[in-house]
């Protein structure tokens, strides 16, 4: 996809990656090289990782992928069986949160960080539609390191839609995507680089 693929005309309107049932809009690299590099670096070095855990058909699965968890406050987030606990934005991250509320027009109160150190590590079909996110409130994903495939699955068809998330891009999600569609992350065999994706997100 190239930068001209993104809006639908003239207006600069971003084209809806779904079919159906979801708003999926892709802004392509909002950051320059440079910056994308800098913030990368600064994730990983500064953010507090720790291996995800997740209750998967009764059993506790400790993932390879890490994760970190910011918000306004310290607040609470429950998925697959855990609840987690936020830690206060860094500056670096609040900047960035700003510059992404700026690009998608919301406001986002916390931030779901993943980090992918190989291609074996990626994230399974699921949905993010937890009772403590705001329902039908946007998602808006940074994607910063190896560039990776993205797929959303529709929950009744079947249909599937894949792009490419590039160092430094980013990718919401609104409206009924969560309700109607999974998205993955796919593992991969290729020799990527380590990947980071800033997921903020709106809870209530
Ligand atoms: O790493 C990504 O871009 C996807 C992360 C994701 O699916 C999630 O945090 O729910």
Redesign the pocket.
């Known amino acids: 996809m190239t930068s001209t693929d993104l809006f639908e005309n003239d207006d600069m309107k971003l084209i809806n990656l779904l079919p159906r049932d979801g708003v999926v809009h892709y802004h392509g690299k909002i950051l320059d090289a440079v910056t994308a590099d800098r913030s990368l670096d600064k994730c990983i070095s500064e953010l507090r990782w720790e291996h995800d855990r997740a209750f998967i058909y009764g059993k506790e699965i400790v993932t390879k992928r890490k994760m970190a968890w910011y918000a306004d406050a310290p607040v609470s987030y429950t998925y697959s069986g855990y609840t987690k606990v936020a830690l206060v934005w860094p500056d670096f991250l609040r900047e960035i949160k700003q510059l992404v509320e700026s690009h998608s027009g919301d406001v986002f109160n916390s931030c779901?960080c993943?980090f992918?150190s190989a291609g074996e590590e990626g994230?399974s079909w699921?949905s993010?539609a937890e009772k403590d996110l705001v329902e039908n409130g946007s998602?808006a994903?940074l994607?910063l390191g190896g560039e990776?495939k993205?797929s959303f699955k529709h929950k009744q068809t079947g249909e599937t839609v894949s792009l490419t998330?590039e160092h430094g891009s980013l990718?919401i999600m609104k409206g009924t995507t969560q309700k109607n569609w999974l998205?993955?992350?796919p593992k991969t065999k290729k020799n990527v680089e380590p990947?980071v994706?800033l997921?903020f997100r709106q809870m209530c």
């Open positions: 779901l993943n992918y994230m699921h993010d998602i994903a994607s990776r993205f998330l990718l998205h993955s992350l990947r994706s997921t």
